[in-house]
């Protein structure tokens, strides 16, 4: 075998180790490492896109029971990590401050919106009753890619992305958890993304690109 072989062959072994799905919360990240880990550390080791599928978690969740600080709280974060809504989404962040005040929010906890100029994109979606939802993203090569699928409902949802010739990247079970895929892609393409909805109901989501 030349030289040039070799090194090709490590190339490619090296971009194949970096295709995996990973868990889109804290706790599933921390599983692979040492348990003990804070909390901060823990988010410095997660992506950012993992980041902001679990401040939405976070914030559907305070949301439905009503809790107003822990609501402002995730809209601050939301807008501190720079996450934009893309494709008609809400605004979370001004959308959770407001339902924040509206049921009473402390004063201290008051959302300033400046942050990071760039940071994830979020959409949200719905995937009818045994039915799929397909879009497509770009990504660069030799760049880090993550995509993290937020199920609303109470409802398993699977994720699936395929590059631009069809071959799989990642697939991750259904499950009512967040969902994620980072790897990093060898050849700058398109990337289609599958939410796949085999429940009898429909399913909302939100899905964090970056």
Known sequence: MTKGHLILTALTAAVLTACASVPGTADGLADGRDSRLAESDRD???????????????????????????????????????????????????????????LGARPSTAVAFRGRTLGPGYR??????????????????????????????????????????????????????????????AFTGSNEIEVRNDNSVTVNFYIVLN
């Open 44 to 102: 410095r080791l997660r992506g950012d896109a993992d980041t902001v599928a679990d401040i939405l978690q976070r914030g559907f969740a305070a949301e439905a029971r009503g809790d107003a600080d822990a609501l402002q709280a995730q809209a601050q974060a939301l807008a501190l990590m720079g996450a934009k809504p893309e494709d008609g989404a809400p605004d979370l962040a001004r959308q959770w401050a407001t339902t924040a005040k509206t």
């Open 124 to 185: 949200s979606g719905k995937v009818t009753a045994n039915g799929a939802f397909r879009t497509r993203q770009t990504y660069n090569a030799g760049q880090r890619a993550e995509i993290v699928l937020v199920p609303v409902d109470a409802a398993p949802l699977s994720l699936e992305v395929r590059d631009d010739e069809g071959e799989p990247v990642c697939a991750v079970a259904p499950s009512t958890r967040n969902l994620g895929c980072r790897w990093v892609p």
